[in-house]
């Protein structure tokens, strides 16, 4: 299985930064993909970024310019640079992973889930 623990989260006000970060651990073989969802209050979950193992990225439109997204494959973390916040930023931000695993001998392929982390962007 994988866990994730996430952390950066918190309340900046516009205009500022944060960094989050995403640490896999567990019974991982290999790291596929790992991204970077958000939901506010009232709508749907939203990709706001993800990146390959590879290194190739792709960003929401709402986000380019202003968020980096990285990743570090030796800690197994993803990173998610925010720059320029604004209030419609403000969310709760997951990350996900899409990964190989084992598990009592027998391979999976599938997506993990963090707990979330609050930004809230507000003067």
């Known amino acids: 299985q994988v866990q994730l623990v996430e952390s950066g989260g918190g309340l900046v006000q516009p205009g500022g930064s944060l960094r989050l970060s995403c640490a896999a651990s567990g019974s991982i073989v290999s790291i596929n993909a790992m991204g970077w969802y958000r939901q506010a209050p009232g709508k749907q979950r939203e990709l706001v970024a993800a990146i390959t193992s590879g290194g190739s990225t792709n960003y929401a439109d709402s986000v380019k310019g202003r968020f980096t997204i990285s990743r570090d494959n030796a800690k197994k973390t993803a990173y998610l640079q925010m720059n320029s916040l604004k209030p419609e930023d403000t969310a709760v931000y997951y990350c996900?992973?899409?990964?190989?695993?084992?598990?009592?001998?027998?391979?999976?392929?599938?997506?993990?889930w963090g707990q979330g982390t609050q930004v809230t962007v507000s003067s």
């Open positions: 996900n992973v899409d990964s190989t695993y084992y598990r009592s001998g027998i391979y999976y392929k599938g997506d993990s």
